[in-house]
């Protein structure tokens, strides 16, 4: 049983991990934004795959969501004091070694997807991570602050101006990688995470023949709008500003044409009608996950078909 | 009243310190070894300008002779999970923060002199820390063990092989900075300090013309071999496995023709004669700092004029 999962670094990170534990080893292809990505101190920092490691690792802060569990600052400190820009962004001293050796391996010549298997691999993780580019994507938000990227407007003004737009840089020329497009092509199951719409699958879709080769899978979405708010980060209010419905039936609008099937969360089971409306099939499925159990059983829910609606 | 110093990481980091505590600032110059310089990680390492650094900085750990006071080794262990080579060289984090902002600054196209001094500067260090050399310029130890370049012999294999030769690798290439020579050129004081002769002062002399400039300079030297030991380090033994002398007197001979005085410790007072004879005027002066008294008392004696005997 072969599953693609396209992923930003919350709730799409937390199903891969749900994935990884119920599927036999290789059996999971975890392809993740990469629009998120920056330089930090000179080095490549790619936060929605580092959640992606951190998280099947083991390692991820559980509570803050991102990050090293019980990772110090030591560095961070003494950036600051050696005049170093952009010190806003909290790296720990764990992380901070994670984007010295990614930076290391790329420098050497590998591209960010081998760089990402070589991690992965020494971190003793058997699913595959697969950045959905290996060539420069950035996304870029007109916000009333002015157009930030994105670790600008996400940790920098801690998601406080209004986003108006979105733009993706470096769209014309970046592909998506072949390992991407064949995980996609070689899945039994392909699924959309529950990650935000707007700036983690949206910058994945957008890439050349994405949008095509997922909808050619039959792939289905999760929902991360439940019961009209966002499990974690902006996705509403970015959802609201950019005059969109901030519902689950709003980010199904997004998918529609693109998935076959669409999974709502128990407590949104009245907009299935809806969803069915989008040309959409809906499922209806516990899908916030509070705990591990919670994760396999969401992953488990979705190889067996998807929910209460289609049986 | 302006002094340069020749200086490795260690005793002549600490002279460096008493002469930044004694002098006005900006009035004294360090010219840093960088033979000792080493890539890990993809990063730029200078080990003995940062020990400079956080010797002025007053960041050293005193304890250790190395690296930041109360540093931590978060992002060591990470390094070693990612499987990342040369782990044996046990970087804190605040270290590697150095290295992380050192090599972002030479990458965006500063010099290391520029680097340097930038980061001195973030540091409240007013003295100027000057490399060697700006061109890159490696120690290789001939051992038992094989080749091995410095940090691998000094942290990799823990000072055990014997030292039997050295080659300066890039030497041909390598030149003195424009800085360094004119500090040594403008300083009514020239000092080598009690570094180590064969691996961090050595190193400095062999750029192209520097010898000359010290040798114009009339300076003095001060002995790193005290009752015939090394204080700190491996200088005894590589000067025994060279095949010379093992006193300061051994230490004399290497710098005769260079410089004008050369500053015995008080236990080894009966060996003025000798470096008499190599036509250096012997000085004898308490030099071993424990303190930063000590410190301070010897770049005293030193700026007055070296010692009892020239009295």
Chains 1, 2 share one sequence.
Do not use: C
Not at 72 to 100: K, P, Y
Not at 187 to 199: E, F, H, T
Not at 258 to 285: H, K, M, N, Q, T
């Amino acid at each position: 049983m072969r599953v693609a999962l396209l992923a930003g670094g919350t709730g799409g990170a937390k199903l891969a991990d749900g994935f990884a534990r119920v599927l036999a080893p290789g059996e999971l292809s975890v392809i993740v934004n990469v629009a998120d990505d920056t330089e930090l101190h000179g080095l490549r920092v790619s936060p929605d795959i580092d959640s992606v490691l951190y998280t099947l690792a083991g390692l991820l802060d559980r509570t803050t969501g991102w990050g090293v569990a019980g990772d110090t600052r030591t560095a961070l400190g003494m950036l600051e004091r050696l005049g170093a820009e952009r010190t806003w962004f909290q790296i720990g001293d764990a992380d901070l070694a994670t984007h010295v050796r990614r930076t290391q391996l790329i420098r050497d010549g590998a591209s960010l997807t081998d760089a990402t298997a070589a991690m992965a691999a020494a971190l003793g993780i058997t699913a595959r991570i697969l950045p959905a580019s290996d060539d420069r994507l950035r996304t870029m938000l007109q916000t009333d602050a002015g157009e930030l990227d994105f670790q600008d407007y996400f940790v920098g003004h801690r998601q406080e101006p209004e986003v108006r737009g979105v733009r993706l840089d470096g769209l014309d020329a970046a592909r998506p990688t072949p390992a991407a497009l064949a995980a996609l092509a070689e899945a039994d199951l392909v699924v959309i995470g529950p990650s935000n719409p707007v700036v983690s699958i949206g910058p994945i879709l957008a890439l050349s023949g994405m949008r095509e080769a997922v909808a050619a899978s039959g792939a289905m979405a999760v929902s991360p709008i439940v019961a009209g708010r966002a499990l974690k980060g902006p996705a509403d209010r970015m959802l609201a500003s950019l005059g969109e419905e901030v519902t689950a039936v709003g980010v199904a609008r997004r998918y529609a044409g693109i998935v076959r099937a669409f999974v709502l969360d128990a407590a949104d089971a009245a907009l299935a009608s809806e969803v069915a409306a989008l040309g959409l099939e809906p499922r209806v499925l516990p899908t916030v996950m509070r705990s591990d159990a919670d994760r396999d059983a969401l992953a488990t829910a979705l190889i067996q078909g998807g929910g209460i609606l289609n049986r």
